[in-house]
């Protein structure tokens, strides 16, 4: 039996699988429907629905993607937990390899148990560095 922290890990995995493989059912598997996400200036959504048109109409013209978490840290609270996590995510942009944008930053998510396993409430991504074939940003 996996523990709760392994089960946590697992669907910020299943996150970044989904968007690089442009999974979106298995995208969805990683929020509740009443999901509040703020990704700041990218946007805010607060339903499951929401959040996965944005992103598979965003990552619909982008070759490849890859979407690297790391440094999880988890605090367990019962049925609650609050996780912080480094993302670095590397995006082409179209078919020439020269349109490309590098983004790092934090996710600090509200994870809640359900009866379908482990989902992210809610959601703050902080960028820290954004880097594109255009400059910074």
Same mark, same amino acid.
């Given at each position: 039996?996996?523990?709760?922290?392994?089960?946590?890990?697992?669907?910020?995995? =299943?996150?970044?699988?989904?968007?690089?493989? =442009?999974?979106?059912?298995?995208? =969805?598997?990683?929020?509740?429907?009443?999901?509040?996400?703020?990704?700041?200036?990218?946007?805010?959504?607060?339903?499951?629905?929401?959040?996965?048109?944005?992103?598979?109409?965003?990552?619909?013209t982008m070759p490849a993607t890859n979407h690297l978490l790391s440094?999880?840290?988890i605090d367990l609270d019962g049925d609650r937990a609050s996780v912080?996590?480094?993302?670095?995510?590397?995006?082409?942009?179209?078919?020439? #390899?020269?349109?490309?944008?590098?983004?790092?930053?934090?996710?600090?998510?509200?994870?809640? =148990?359900?009866?379908?396993g482990w989902r992210i409430r809610e959601r703050t991504f902080t #960028?820290?560095?954004?880097?594109?074939?255009?400059?910074?940003?």
């Open positions: 039996m996996t523990t709760d922290r392994e089960q946590i890990s697992d669907v910020l995995i =299943r996150y970044a699988t989904g968007i690089d493989t =442009r999974d979106w059912p298995l995208f =969805r598997t990683c929020f509740t429907a009443d999901v509040h996400a703020d990704y700041g200036d990218i946007g805010v959504w607060d339903d499951v629905d929401g959040i996965t048109e944005f992103m598979a109409a965003v990552h619909e440094n999880i840290a912080i996590s480094y993302v670095h995510a590397v995006l082409l942009l179209d078919r020439d #390899p020269q349109q490309w944008v590098d983004a790092v930053g934090t996710y600090a998510d509200t994870f809640v =148990r359900t009866d379908d #960028p820290t560095r954004l880097l594109s074939s255009e400059g910074w940003s």
